[in-house]
């Protein structure tokens, strides 16, 4: 499927069908031109910058995220730049270990989100009828809970872990993307080349794959983008009410809640206060400047 | 419009049912025995009472007997018993209800007010310093985690400026004043304690701010956007040809289209606030709704979490209708179907 193959992002490489497809011939060259503007580079760089220290910080770290390494509470102080949290451990460093928790959560919330989402849309937009009723109609009650209120009465009942956060987020995300696609598709399945293709008997199922889905994938991929500060903060704040990762983890949102215990040692919230909002701006940043430049009118 | 608004209403006992059901097998999905949390734990050995539970929630059959039984029960307003608080539900929900009402009125006022200012000024001042201002802080907005940004005011506010008051709907060694409307605000004034109104209303302001910025940032983009559209149409350059002052032209003829849209998105935010409430109310210790749902999930009190749920998708469903509806009355360019 062309959706895990398109990284809007830059480097992946693109789908050899969405260059067939004559209306959508210069998007890669359109990917490389929306660099040009600033704060979608500058996004883009903090993201990055976020991912390599993911993936390599426990290559170059002092400590563990873990280890007591100095006395408790101390405030920022030239040995931990962040001060250490109620067990001695140092901030920074539970920060920096905190996006190996919250940025792969996040991410499979949104892989699963957009794959779940564009299955169903797709089906409902392309086969109409009955389909097409039950899976609106299903995606309408879900829409109807406040988010919060159906994630957390499902990761409470599947009981609290960074699993079962994904498993929540991804029940009450999907319909956002089963829409939006659905109405991707209706427009699309309108059109003189997939008449064409089913005038010469392309079976519909080719028809889907290769006709439809590659022309509207691209504000998918752009919804996911504008997501995924919405579903890191959604994360974040599970962990933080109990309801996600559990201690000793590090994750943003539980270690904020450690900072709430600790009310008044105002630093040990502050790393990753500051890792949830930088990553979620970042991603405002190169959502809102891919829309910009695609010029995306249908949201939701 | 007529017709949109019956259709609109036509849906809306499908979605209930959807919404009643949806909570129904969450619910189900909760590994604790419903009859403990029915009945209590201390009751449990009373033959009489389990058995009288077991009939009235149709436990005694099966998943579908089940099904009805609670439907008929959720529907005449029953939704059982908490597990924790061995209260009815229904009651503590009321109970709980007003704080977070009055938390998400003030919440709407600062996003209102505000977002609508700023916008407009935005507006005005196209890439000037206001408008960048206003970009930043709807931005912002949008990417701060609400528990996070509560803490941070608390501690400089509260903590380190000492202007306003602590967490809590009351300042401490104060009673509450007597239950009228459930807003402390009006019942205080309503006392005639126009001291305790004012305590009251300085408890709300922080909170309502937290909750409220968010919605700020998605209304002033919405107002700047919309203002911007307008102040290029040919009616207000005419406005301006006739030698009508700035001021008259936006309140006459600018604002009175550009903030149309902004009813729909105050409406439709209503779920992104129950949402943030949630969060607030725990940083704020704000005994309303979302700290509710927080003690219910912690303790798997499977027939609370059940009630906020529907409650949550019944207020959801309801302010989206009366946006729907009040948006297709105000505009006239909007004719659905």
């Known amino acids: 499927m062309s959706i895990t193959q398109t990284d809007p992002l830059g480097a992946a490489p693109i789908d050899v069908d969405s260059f067939a497809v004559p209306d959508e011939a210069g998007r890669w060259a359109a990917f490389k031109n929306v660099l040009s503007s600033w704060p979608v580079a500058v996004g883009i760089g903090v993201l990055l910058a976020w991912a390599i220290v993911a993936i390599t910080v426990p290559l170059w770290a002092w400590a563990g995220p873990r280890d007591a390494v100095g006395p408790r509470l101390q405030s920022p102080n030239w040995d931990h730049v962040l001060g250490t949290d109620s067990l001695g451990r140092d901030v920074l460093i539970r920060t920096l270990y905190g996006a190996r928790e919250s940025l792969p959560t996040a991410t499979a919330v949104i892989i699963g989100t957009v794959l779940i989402g564009c299955a169903f849309g797709a089906v409902a937009g392309f086969r109409g009828g009955i389909t097409d009723t039950v899976i609106m109609r299903a995606s309408d009650v879900v829409l109807s809970f406040p988010q919060i209120f159906l994630a957390m009465a499902v990761a409470a009942a599947l009981g609290p872990s960074l699993r079962n956060t994904i498993v929540a987020l991804v029940l009450v995300w999907w319909p956002i993307y089963a829409r939006l696609l659905r109405g991707q598709v209706l427009a699309i399945k309108q059109r003189e080349h997939v008449e064409a293709a089913r005038s010469v008997g392309v079976p519909p199922r080719r028809i889907l794959r290769r006709h439809v889905l590659p022309m509207a994938i691209t504000p998918v991929m752009i919804n996911a983008t504008m997501d995924f500060g919405q579903v890191l903060v959604l994360t974040a704040s599970l962990s933080f009410l109990g309801l996600g990762a559990t201690p000793p983890s590090s994750e943003w949102g539980l270690m904020i809640d450690d900072g709430t215990k600790n009310f008044y040692q105002w630093w040990i919230s502050l790393g990753p206060g500051l890792g949830i909002l930088s990553v979620a701006l970042a991603a405002n940043f190169v959502g809102d400047g891919l829309r910009d430049h695609f010029d995306v009118r249908a949201k939701g | ?337």
Request: charged residues 15%; positive net charge; hydrophobic residues 50%.
């Open chain 2, 1 to 337: 419009m007529g017709r949109f608004v019956l259709r609109r209403l036509a849906i809306t006992p499908v979605l209930l049912l959807g919404i009643v059901t949806l909570a129904f097998i969450v619910a189900r999905l909760i590994p604790a025995d419903p009859l403990a949390s029915i009945v209590g734990e201390r009751q449990m050995g009373n033959e009489t009472v389990v058995a009288a539970a077991r009939k009235r929630w149709g436990l005694d059959g099966g998943v579908i007997q089940q099904y009805f039984s609670y439907l008929r029960n959720v529907f005449t307003g029953d939704l059982g018993t908490s597990f924790r608080t061995k209260q009815s539900v229904t009651s503590d929900l009321l109970d709980r209800l007003p704080a977070t009402a009055e938390l998400g009125v003030g919440a709407l006022i600062v996003g209102g007010v505000g977002g609508i200012s700023l916008g407009i000024a935005a507006a005005r001042r196209q890439n000037r310093t206001v408008d960048h201002v206003a970009r930043l802080t709807s931005l912002v907005g949008s990417s701060l985690p609400v528990f996070w940004l509560g803490l941070i005011v608390l501690y400089v506010f509260y903590v380190r400026l000492g202007w306003f008051p602590g967490p809590g709907r009351l300042p401490s060694r104060t009673d509450a004043p007597d239950h009228v409307t459930g807003f402390y605000t009006v019942d205080a004034l309503l006392d005639g304690n126009l001291g305790l109104a004012w305590a009251c209303l300085r408890q709300l302001m922080l909170p309502s701010f937290v909750l409220g910025w968010g919605l700020m940032g998605i209304v002033s983009r919405l107002v700047r956007g919309a203002t911007l559209d307008e102040l290029h149409a040919d009616y207000v350059r005419t406005a301006r040809a006739k030698g009508l002052g700035e001021g008259v032209v936006m309140r006459h003829h600018v604002l009175r289209n550009s903030l149309t849209p902004v009813i729909t998105i105050m409406g439709l935010s209503l779920g992104i606030l129950l949402t943030s409430a949630v969060l607030t109310e725990t940083v704020f210790s704000w005994n309303g709704l979302g700290s509710y749902a927080v003690e219910a999930t912690q303790r798997l009190d499977y027939p609370a979490i059940n009630g906020v749920c529907i409650t949550g998708g019944v207020i959801f469903l309801v302010s989206s209708l009366i946006a729907d509806v009040l948006y297709a009355a105000v505009d006239p360019k909007i004719r659905y179907g």
